[in-house]
């Protein structure tokens, strides 16, 4: 009865206006009888369309499809008005899809731009969060490849408590453990470089190639022909026995030593040169650098040389007297046929030798006592007033001028200054050189004695005319028993030891002596002592 209602049009017409959507009444025919939109009698039959077959059927159905009308997409949702008689009547509801396209559009832009938005945020997040994971991380970079090169003061700031802050604060504490180290051992560098500098020895050091790798001044000095700064390896120095001597120790890996000779101007120099392995407990290389020092032992050898030869002297000439006075004895032992006359001169010459024997002892006795025993700072300083003081020296001499017809003159100025030094000492040395000028001065000779002043100084000259020296013996005279042409002197007694004395005596007061002479016609002695 509803579908056949005349007024039913405009029930629907009024009760869809507001609504989004248009609703249809289809009769079991297809026939339309209703439309809130459309005018029923403009309209197909719509039998044929999909929805309304379904509803038809009892079931409850939808379909998509083309509008006759908006030639738009339409939603069709079609149902019986009875759902035991079917065929009564359908009702039809249809729907544009293009507002709910339009809201699916708007929709999945407001979707699109959310996720664009939410990755667009993560991104963000995720940079920021690389960053403060990072950051710190190429800082720590940055500050180990700078320690590399040597900027070990440098601190990374610690800004997180996580893993990473952990890291750093370690890193911070190796850095300042590594600097401390480092200066330690900088300082000990400089401290062991700035002893090699001032050691007066030569030192090199070498690695196992023989590479130089340092050296002080005074192997630069020693080295100075071989120009050390420019060489390279101990093999550029030119010294075989260097070079043997170092190829040894590298081979052995023990400490070496031998002497070395060095011309230094000259007058060669002897070195005692030791060569000693290093060795770092981490090389890979038993041995990787070699110590090298020189030490000048010239002197030593020199004292040695001087010694021995002092030993050998001092028995020959105590052999000398001793192998005298033996045979002399043995004679007197065993010939008793030997007059009285003759008794008496060999007892005579025994007594002459034990005499100088005894001369040669307290000689040896005295110099002994110089080179041990005697200190300058505990020698008795005395004031002396030279005039007087020489006056009584000559004096002791009379006899010995007397006996061989001498002259001698004084030029002492009664002002001379006052000196101060050991009376004892200064005793000592005026009385050997009178007794000297009057053995060496043949008979009616003369001797002079001079003495003045000047800057601070006194000078005392003891000048004779006697036998004089040879110019190539002069250099030697101070050397201990030497004597000039023992064939010449031969006659004259004397131990070798006076002018050796003379001049330690000399040292020890603090002054200087000095000797010139011309071969027979006499020998000048020139003292010099500080006032």
Known sequence: EQIDDPGLQEKLTHFAQNLPIRITVIDGKGTVRADSQYDPLTLENHLHFPEVQNALQGKKNSSVHESEFVYDRMLYVALP??????????????????LVESIMKEQLHTFFLSVFIFLGLSLLFSLWLAKQVTLPIVEMTDVAKRMTAGDLD?????????????????????????????????????????????LESPVLLVDHQGTIAESNPSAEVLFKNTSLPSANNISDLNHPILNKLFEEARLSGSSLSTQVRFMDQTH??????????????ESSIKFDQFLIVFQDVTDLQLLYEQQAEFVANASHELLTPLTSIQGYAETLLTNKKLTVDTQQEFIQTIYNETQRMSRLSRAL???????????PQKLKIESLHLPELIEKIID???????SKHLSLTQEIPADLPILNTNSDRFKQILSNLLSNAIKYTPDNGEISIKSWASENKIHLEIADTGIGIPEE?????????????????SEIEGTGLGLSIVQHLMHLLGGEITVSSNLNHGTTAHLIFPL
Do not use: C, Y
């Open 396 to 402: 002791t001499f009379e006899f010995s001028l007397q």
């Open 365 to 375: 006795l005295e110099q002994a006592k110089l080179d041990i025993f005697e200190n």
């Open 81 to 98: 008005l009875d759902s035991n008689r079917p065929d009564k009547g359908i009702i039809q509801v249809s729907s544009s899809l293009s």
């Open 268 to 281: 060669p120099k002897i070195w005692q040169l030791f060569i000693a392995p290093l060795s770092l407990q």
């Open 154 to 198: 440098l601190r990374i700031k610690i800004n997180h408590k996580d893993e990473i802050g952990v890291l750093a604060s370690s890193l911070n504490q190796l850095t300042g453990h590594l600097s401390t180290q480092i200066k330690k051992l900088t300082q000990e560098q400089i401290k062991l470089r700035s002893i090699l500098q001032e």
């Open 473 to 489: 013996d002069l250099p030697k005279i101070f050397q201990r028993f030497f004597r000039v042409d023992r064939s010449r002197s």
